[in-house]
């Protein structure tokens, strides 16, 4: 009987320990079931008080969670548009300032918090550190976005700063594009930010591949990356072999030609489109001294009037920019070709036959002009916005990224030509343009009203300069002295292509356009002038007429 007691004994102390354990381990278990989710309004308004260490992580935690306003916080706090009210914590945005005080505005809920002086609001502080871990969250959620471009531009921001903390992130978004996304460029974009960080590699084999991955990539880290790895080898060559040295330098000898390629192309790109500006400049002129032979010296004038008419159009519409250009276009045309009318009707039409006195008359009207603009608006420069539909670039390869600016305006320059082209070709006043230009003793005594046709001329050939101010306004502030910039150059084209001839006109833009970029960077821009000047003083002297003269009897006279 002792030894049952006994053993009943030993069996009851086994159970309650058992009993004591298994509450001891239940009871986390418990608490952690019942525990509350910390979510994102929570942790948004830690970062208010939070050291540097519990910043980065809160962040992580946001990035975990993927929220959907994880990417607005981020860019919000990386840019120091976060702020907290310091006597409630609550994270603000600062709306507008209104006097000493700022209206501040709930980040969370998006409704407006109050009134509060500047002092009583303090930005969400980041370091370094913090700066950098915030930029690789940021890309890290774009990298994933369901917008492409987002996916460039996180794919790209990662480029410039790749390094073996990145590489996971790589692959993951690699295999994303690859499975989702599939788009090439992003593809390219890491693929090149992979095999850079394998450049850095232990491992031989992985150096040599990268190399030969790199051939041809005209990133301007790729370039970066090959002189880094070329120095790095030639200070180890213990490490790194001369097969490896080689043929690096051979990839990078191969991408520095490409670039320079890219460069020809870009300068050919910059004088087509200052070829179209010195064309819709140059074609009024071409038309007037053809028709008239009036060297008018206030040309450049129409060009400042069609500019400043788009200055004032976007005054009188500044809600609606991309609009306001379109109503530019005409406005300017009908403004400088109504001046132009005027100039014709009270001064040029008295000195029809003397050519040296319509050069001092114009003149003289060229600045009366830039004095009355001056009076009106100013010495000072006016900016004119570029509407969101030519703003940017677009990219051509990852070397070359050329402005729709300019390309718009080279499409608008050979609208116009073709438009000019039609109405001498298929319009009465055209055919009458024409005659006047051949002979206008024998288009007078058909009963053409040669003045007339002077009058309209001049004021067709001055609104055409004044659309042209419309396209300068895109590429240059606006000033009185705008149109002094283009008038040499507008005469010259003029003279090469041929007077009063409108093909003629267009391969002299285009020609004296390219040669001025082309040999800029060679020469420097003021040589290139000079350069180009000399040419057309020795072509005129072969060729007085230009490359397309004119025939008529009194062209021919």
């Not at 036959?353 to 603009?373: D, H, N, Y």
């Not at 729709?404 to 000019?420: D, K, T």
């Not at 391969?507 to 356009?513: D, F, P, Q």
């Amino acid at each position: 009987m002792s030894i049952i007691r006994t053993w009943l004994f030993c069996m009851l102390a086994i159970s309650s320990v058992n009993a004591v354990s298994s509450e001891k381990t239940q009871e986390p278990v418990a608490h952690v079931k019942n525990a509350p989710t910390v979510t994102f309004e929570v942790s948004v308004n830690k970062l208010a008080k939070a050291d540097y260490i519990e910043k980065k992580r809160i962040i992580n935690h946001i990035l975990d969670s993927k929220h959907d306003r994880a990417l607005e916080l981020f860019t919000s706090v990386l840019k120091g548009r976060l702020f907290y009210v310091k006597k409630t914590t609550e994270l603000v945005t600062i709306s507008k300032t209104e006097g000493k005080k700022v209206l501040a505005t709930s980040f969370i809920s998006g409704e407006e918090v109050g009134l509060f002086k500047k002092r009583k609001v303090k930005k969400v502080g980041i370091n370094n550190a913090l700066r950098g871990r915030l930029k690789g969250a940021i890309a890290e959620l774009e990298l994933f976005s369901a917008t492409e471009s987002k996916r460039v531009d996180a794919a790209l921001s990662i480029l410039k700063s790749a390094d073996d903390n990145h590489l996971p992130l790589i692959l993951k978004a690699l295999e994303f594009e690859n499975s989702n996304g599939k788009n090439q460029l992003v593809i390219e974009i890491l693929s090149t930010a992979k095999h850079l960080i394998s450049l850095k590699s232990s491992n031989a084999e992985a150096r040599l591949h990268a190399i030969t991955y790199l051939d041809k990539s005209l990133y301007g880290e790729t370039r970066n990356g090959l002189l880094a790895f070329i120095d790095h080898g030639l200070a180890n060559t213990d490490k790194y072999s001369s097969l490896e040295i080689s043929l690096a330098k051979k990839t990078l000898e191969s991408i520095n030609q490409l670039m320079q390629l890219n460069g020809i192309l870009e300068n050919v790109y910059f004088g087509v489109a200052l070829g179209a500006v010195l064309l819709l400049a140059a074609i009024g002129l071409s038309i007037t001294f053809g028709v008239m032979g009036v060297i008018n010296m206030a040309h450049g004038e129409m060009i400042m009037l069609g500019a400043y008419t788009t200055f004032v159009i976007q005054q009188l519409m500044p809600n609606n920019i991309g609009m306001s250009l379109l109503v530019a276009v005409p406005a300017a045309f009908l403004v400088s070709g109504i001046i132009g009318v005027l100039i014709e009707r009270s001064v040029i039409r008295h000195l029809y036959g003397r050519p040296l006195e319509t050069l001092l008359a114009t003149f003289g009207i060229s600045l009366v002009l830039q004095q009355a603009v001056r009076s009106i608006f100013g010495p000072l420069n006016q900016d004119v916005i570029t509407p969101e539909w030519m703003a940017g670039t677009f990219t051509v390869n990852a070397g070359l990224e050329l402005t729709y600016n300019r390309l718009y305006i080279i499409i608008f320059s050979l609208m116009v030509l073709a438009g000019l082209a039609l109405v001498l070709k298929k319009t009465l006043f055209g055919l009458q343009m024409r005659a006047v230009t051949m002979n206008r003793p024998m288009a007078s005594s058909m009963g053409i009203r040669t003045g007339w046709v002077d009058a309209l001329t001049f004021g067709l050939g001055s609104g055409i300069a004044g659309v042209a101010g419309v396209a300068l306004s895109q590429l240059t502030n606006v000033g009185p002295n705008l149109g002094q910039a283009y008038i040499i150059d507008s005469f010259m084209v003029v003279v090469f292509g041929g007077v009063g001839n409108l093909w003629g006109t267009l391969v002299g833009a285009m020609t004296l356009g390219i040669a001025n970029k082309v040999m800029e960077p060679m020469a420097g821009a003021v040589l290139a002038k000079i350069i180009v000047l000399v040419a057309i003083i020795l072509f005129i002297q072969k060729r007085p007429r230009g490359l397309f003269a004119l025939k008529g009897r009194s062209v021919d006279g």
